[in-house]
């Protein structure tokens, strides 16, 4: 059983060496715990400070492609490498090293695919106190969209088992915290959560520039998201909204005519008819969403088994070359 910890970095020189010492070099269960590095365009000299602690690979992009597209670089790398279980852990050595055991366990025991840690958001000092409202919202939020009881969603301290690892895409460019859970969600991958411990903050996030910046991309990655998993839930929700304000605009017309009164009410059932037509195109939008949605899971099952296919090859080959 191969564990191979995964970390994106982008000039992450000063905080590396403190995140590769706190990491586990033993794991009961697992018989061995390798090393792998993304490094998103790095300017400084992460990539010598990994090669001189000792990390087995490293993925490079020559320009900065952002944490999505990292951490799905990151997933190719470590298949390739022949990890059965893959930790993603952050290069500022937020979360605590030796909580990886907590979070290769119920993998180990096959109680699930996809192990999230849950910080403790609420005891988190360099959290302020809106951040920690948000983080409990958009968490909700992700809840509901994917159907799961993850309660701490944007954290990106997770396992995942080889299996779940081949399964998942991420489109966007932001983040894949969100859009994976919603993905495992609809696609009745297993997930739990546990809880971990978190250090002290090193240095400021990366990720975002402000709350605001924050707000509007989490929210643009989760709608989408949910758009693209759930369309007939999201366009015929959103049209039978619109089609019942026509339909309460056009009863109130009738009451209106009925009543003899209806000689000024003539834009009401302008908009009813409106709002109405609009209600029927978005259910038929939604329709058509979800037969591309069908045929997009259908490229996913086909997806799987070629990426199946490709990564066994190259495990047993280099099961092969080691004896």
């Known amino acids: ?37 993304i490094n998103d365009g790095s300017t400084d000299d992460t990539v010598e400070v990994a090669k001189r602690w000792g990390v087995q690979h490293i993925v490079t992009f020559k320009k900065n492609k952002g944490l999505a597209k990292g951490f799905m670089a990151g997933l190719d790398g470590c298949l390739r490498a022949g990890a059965d279980i893959i930790v993603n852990t952050d290069a500022d050595n937020q979360y605590c090293g030796a909580d990886i055991e907590k979070l290769v366990r119920p993998i180990l025991e096959g109680k699930a695919d996809i192990v999230i840690g849950e910080r403790p958001i609420d005891e988190t000092e360099h959290f302020s106190p809106l951040k920690k409202k948000l983080q409990h919202i958009g968490s909700w939020t992700v809840r509901i969209a994917s159907k799961s009881d993850i309660p701490d969603a944007p954290s990106g301290f997770r396992a995942y088992s080889r299996d779940a690892a081949m399964q998942l895409n991420v489109v966007n460019q932001y983040t894949y915290t969100l859009e994976t859970i919603i993905q495992a969600g609809h696609d009745k991958i297993p997930m739990e959560s546990v809880p971990i411990r978190t250090n002290p903050e090193l240095r400021k996030s990366r990720l975002f520039h402000s709350m605001f910046g924050y707000v509007k991309k989490s929210m643009v990655t989760i709608i989408r998201s949910f758009m ?23 009863i109130r017309y009738l009451v209106f005519f009925f009543s003899g009164g209806a000689a000024g009410h003539i834009q009401s059932l302008i908009l009813a008819s409106t709002l109405m037509m609009m209600g029927c195109m978005t259910g038929i939008i939604g329709l058509q969403a979800d037969i591309i949605s069908a045929n997009r899971k259908i490229l996913e099952d086909v997806q799987y088994h070629v990426r199946k296919m490709d990564y066994d090859r190259e495990k047993d080959n280099k099961e092969q070359q080691e004896q």
């Open 1 to 37: 059983m191969k564990l191979i910890i995964q970390i994106p970095c982008l000039n992450e020189a000063e905080t590396l060496e403190i995140a590769l010492n706190d990491l586990p070099k033993h794991i009961d269960g697992i018989d061995e715990i390798e090393y792998l590095i």
């Open 228 to 250: 693209m998993y759930k369309p007939l839930r999201f366009f015929g929700g959103m049209g039978a909204v619109i089609f019942l304000l026509g339909f309460i605009l056009g």
